[in-house]
Each structure stands twice: as structure tokens, then as C-alpha cells.
């Protein structure tokens, strides 16, 4: 946001600030919190509070349990007021949900697919959301979504395990006219969430990893994931970190990690269809978790290499805190000793014994849906977003 230069811009700029503040407390905060943490006089902060109110973005109530002393009223999202779609598309399934001001989300639709044709794929994908849309009555600011590929400038540059190559996936959805779509890499966004909303938050430098068929993620400064000059940034499934540096990636290189970590490598994946490999994965680790040998076997196998990458990224990024999501956490449930056996191996010897270096995402598999929503709130809780929402309340 700019500095403001004159007073109905203040109004404006603060309206934004507070509205900012709600959605990151997750709609726990009272009012005299967001005004003390703010540092807005209280009258100050009544008048942006009751014009927030009327534009049916946020509303007040007591608190389940009411303190002792001045009167006070939890500020949350108004049950009418913005959401963010948000649609998390994986190998084998996409899913819409809808998500208020503070995080709080619904699962919308979900359908699994066959992993086809781009074109097929996303034709079904958009007459869902366009029903979502039309349903929601205005209230939907903007739609995310989360895809398991590189992606630039809008498009999905390389999506390998689904075999789509530059495709404009925004033109594709065809929403023209509806809301706007933001579109990002999976395991960027479970970074995203997991800096905002999960073991990342505070941490002013680390490291999340998602697992998926492969792994990728982002370095975490200052409660922000790093996209790189391109946008590209975090494809570390593809730095040479496998035990056989001459096997040949799908991605045209050869030694990638991806070949030892993800669900590829849990299940031996060649003869298995892509749009089932995610679902063999999670079965296998269920086993393993059950007590099953021949499981356990393969998901320690898994999770030593998970570990080994893990110390050759540390060494080189030196993160406060490394977090895992996706397969990640659920290979971490089950072996958390291995993992931590392998990244001790490759870690420089100063850097040993930190019991508190790896540690299990709390969002699970939702981090790339809830990250996705935190990118259409990051979009739309600008001024001119705010501003767009209250007078069109106002017209109305």
C-alpha cells in the first residue's frame, strides 16, 4: 500500500490495516487488541470498526468465555462477507473450497480425474467453479489455484507428472468476466500456509518441504516464501541429490531427488497409472504405520533420503526450522528416526543435535488449499480491494 496523502486515504489505508489484522488473527482477536497492536486511538479505531461492519466484512461478538473487566467483542469475518476460493489440483483430484477472512474454509466440490488432457481436465474443473461463483452471491474476491507444476507468468510452464507443458490455465478455466484467478505452485503455497497459518509463523528463516509424487517447497524469510527471479524458485526435488546421479529424471535431468523421495519412490510407480500413485502412497504408509514389514521397509527407505536432502539443503540455506507437508508428514509420523538419522549424515558436524530442526507441518494435507486462500486474501486486502468491496456495499 502507498503512504497515504490525504485524510479520506488515511480512512482508506487504515480501513485496510485493520482488516488485514482480523484476517491474519484469525478471527480471535478483540477489538481492543487489534486497536492496542495497531496503535490507533480507540475512537479512532470504533469508527473504522462500525464502517467495517456495515460493509459486511467483519462482525462483533462476545467471546465464548467473557474477561473480567471493560466489555470487550471478538472481531471476526461477517457471515456474509468475502471469501477466496480456493482450488487445490493434484495429480489425481481437484478440489474447490471457500475460505473467510481469518482462514476458516469449506470443502465446496471434489472430483477425482484420470489426469487427461489439460483441456479436459479443466473444462469440468471450470463448470464447478463457475456453479461456485454463481452460488456465492457476490461474494467470492478472487480464486486461487494450487497446481503441482512450475509455474510462470499465469501459465503452467511444466506440469511433469500430469505431461502439461505451457498451458494457460486461466484462459482454460474460462472465467472471463468472473472473478480474477491467481494461479500457483503447490508446494510454494503449503509454504505460504505454513507461514502464516502453521510451525513457520515467527520463524524469520526456514525451510518447508511439500511431498507429493515428488518434492518441492520455498525458503521462508521473514514470514514470506521466496519465488526467485522467475518466479520459479524452491524445485528442489530436481537438485542431484539421489543415490544413483546418472538415473534419468522425467524433468530432463538426471540425479534428481525426486527419484528417491514422494510417492514415485514409495510404491516403485512405473506400472502404476499417474492418477493413482498419490492414493497406492498413502495405503502403503498406512501399512507401514499398522505394523506391516515389507511397508515399513519401503517408507523407511523413503524417509532416510527425505532425511539426506533435507541436511544438503540446511548446510546450503542454514534454515531455523525445516517443516514438512503432504506425504512429508506422514513419512515423518511414521519414521521420524530415519529422517533425522539421514539428515544428521549429511550435515556439516557443527550443525548436529538439533532435536528441534524437522518438524511435521500442523496443516497436513490441507497446506496448498489453505495457501492458496492466503494468496487470493493477499490480492484482494489492498486498498483498492477494500475500497472496491465497501462501495459496492454502500450501493447497495
Known amino acids: 500500500m502507498h503512504a497515504p496523502t490525504t485524510s479520506s486515504e488515511l480512512r482508506l489505508h487504515n480501513l485496510t490495516r485493520l482488516l488485514r489484522a482480523v484476517h491474519a488473527g484469525g478471527g480471535e482477536l478483540t477489538r481492543s487488541q487489534l486497536t492496542r497492536d495497531l496503535g490507533l486511538a480507540r475512537g479512532t479505531a470504533t469508527v473504522l470498526m462500525g464502517e467495517l461492519v456495515s460493509a459486511g466484512m467483519v462482525r462483533e461478538q462476545p467471546p465464548a468465555e467473557r474477561p473480567r473487566g471493560r466489555p470487550t467483542q471478538l472481531v471476526g469475518p461477517h457471515p456474509h462477507g468475502p471469501l477466496a476460493l480456493a482450488v487445490d489440483l493434484r495429480e489425481d483430484s481437484w478440489s474447490i473450497s471457500a475460505a473467510e477472512l481469518g482462514g476458516a474454509s469449506r470443502l465446496l466440490d471434489c472430483r477425482h480425474h484420470t489426469a487427461g488432457l489439460a483441456s479436459e481436465v479443466l473444462a469440468a474443473l471450470s463448470e464447478a467453479l463457475r456453479r461456485c461463483v454463481a452460488g456465492l452471491a457476490g461474494r467470492v474476491v478472487g480464486v486461487g489455484v494450487a497446481v503441482p507444476a512450475a509455474v510462470r507468468d499465469g501459465r503452467v510452464i511444466d506440469a511433469i507428472h500430469l505431461g502439461w507443458h505451457d498451458v494457460d490455465l486461466i484462459s482454460l478455466l474460462r472465467l472471463d468476466g468472473g472473478p480474477a484467478v491467481l494461479l500457483g505452485n503447490d508446494a510454494g503455497l503449503a509454504a505460504l500456509a505454513e507461514a502464516r497459518r502453521g510451525a513457520l509463523r515467527g520463524v524469520d528463516f526456514g525451510l518447508h518441504l511439500h511431498v507429493s509424487l515428488g518434492v518441492g517447497g520455498a525458503l521462508v524469510v521473514g514470514g514470506r516464501p521466496l519465488a526467485g527471479a522467475h518466479g ?119 550443525r548436529r543435535g538439533d532435536p528441534g530442526l524437522i518438524a511435521a507441518s500442523r496443516l497436513g494435507a490441507a497446506a496448498p488449499r489453505i495457501g492458496t486462500a492466503e494468496m487470493v486474501f493477499d490480492a484482494f486486502l489492498t486498498t483498492e480491494g477494500v475500497s472496491t468491496w465497501r462501495d459496492r456495499a454502500t450501493e447497495s
Open 232 to 350: 520459479v524458485a524452491g524445485e528442489f526435488g530436481h537438485l542431484p541429490l539421489a543415490g544413483d546421479p546418472h538415473a534419468a529424471c522425467p524433468c530432463g535431468s538426471a540425479g534428481c531427488w525426486d527419484l528417491d523421495v514422494g510417492a514415485n519412490a514409495l510404491i516403485g510407480a512405473r506400472d502404476v497409472p499417474v492418477h493413482r500413485r498419490l492414493h497406492h502412497a498413502g495405503e502403503l504408509i498406512t501399512r507401514a504405520a499398522a505394523g506391516d514389514a515389507g511397508s515399513r521397509r519401503a517408507v523407511e527407505t523413503v524417509a532416510h533420503a527425505l532425511g539426506r536432502g533435507i541436511g544438503s539443503l540446511v548446510n546450503a540455506h542454514d534454515p531455523r526450522t525445516v517443516t514438512l507437508s503432504g506425504l512429508g508428514a506422514r513419512i515423518h509420523e511414521v519414521a521420524a528416526p530415519v529422517v533425522i538419522a539421514g539428515c544428521e549424515e549429511r550435515l556439516m558436524a557443527f
